[in-house]
């Protein structure tokens, strides 16, 4: 035997123990760990959508997508958001990110999915991704096609099962449901088309009116109002008023409604784009319908807590009003920015204004001049603290384990 053979079966012998062990089996370290919700926001300047937990406030990850992200919804789940690209490109793609939550409640470090192509897609109000029957829907405006996302896992090689109803013409849509009923607002075409959820058949279309953009439900009615550029469609859902309209609502002010936020005890908080000098309050217990103008300071965002019981606007002087949620009495105002120096209107390509998510308890908000989140405390009424995370943070979802 060569000295050159000894020396190698030697090292065999010594090395042989430890490269059985670095391909057998190896104990596994858990990812999870515990967070009391993530908080997601697309970054304007670069594409990206940062992901923080809380309480800590730690920035995870930044997660590159397609520049640049113009909707930004949760899914039905909780588990998911969807990343919609700016309608200005002749490529339109949906990313959608695995947020990181388990079953167990733990969160994992988030993931993109999947990432596909739409058709001027749409659908998401308030931070979520619009919903039928329990399951997520893209609308495709571009196409007038909604797509129902149904069983499968976009993390996976496998398919995710998909249907499509079709639209009366390509516009840009407004979506309520209620019922065995979709009610689907176009805002060019002017009307609102009910179809059948199961098949997708019309049943009746409602209006017209000039310009539709904005919808709001009374659950306890089952009403829809759908905003025109006039005044407000109701639609019925129950007994002898269902899918038709039952009311008009004219505007006290030549400021209109484009979106409607939900207030305490029945009342909708009406805004529209832009820098707006006033809310108009509706009371919808009552029966004769009528907006009072609640005046505000230039405000460029407003929100809800989940009971409404609070409503937060955002001023362009820098101001956070608290503001009572059924009849908009100014409770207390802070000083969370400096003021905008500029004009904020959205167009197709990429999201631009500040964003307002809350809890109960806290609220945060995006400052896109200053790469800052802001949170508030809402009960003390004050600024908590604030996260530095550069570039221009505009949407914002907040998303808690399961």
Known sequence: MTKLLRLTLALCALLGPALAAAHGPVPRTPEGKPVEARLLTTDSATGEVVVLDLPDGEVVTRIPTPPYVLSFGLDYAGRHVYAMRGRNTDRDTITVIDIGFDDSGLARFPTVARTFTGNTPGGVRDGRLSSIGGHDAIFHEAAAEVEIIGEGDFASLGAVATSRLKLAAPDHYHYLEAGDFLYVGHLAKGFVQVLERSTGAEVARV????????????????????????DVIVIGTR???ANREVARIPYPTTQRVAFFLYG?????????????????????SKRRYAFKPVPVDAAIQQGTTPDGSLLLVYSRNGTLDLRDGKSGKLQHQLTISRPFDAEYHEHVDKALLPDIVATAERAWITLPTEGAIVEVDLVAAKEVRRFQIGGQPTRLVLARPP
């Open 207 to 230: 209006g017209p009116c000039p310009v539709l953009h904005g919808m709001a439900k009374d659950k306890q009615s089952g009403r829809l109002f759908f905003a025109c550029m006039r």
């Open 239 to 241: 007994g002898d008023e």
């Open 264 to 284: 305490a005890d029945r009342v909708l908080w009406g805004k529209s784009e832009g820098a707006i000098p006033a809310l108009l309050r509706l009371d919808a």
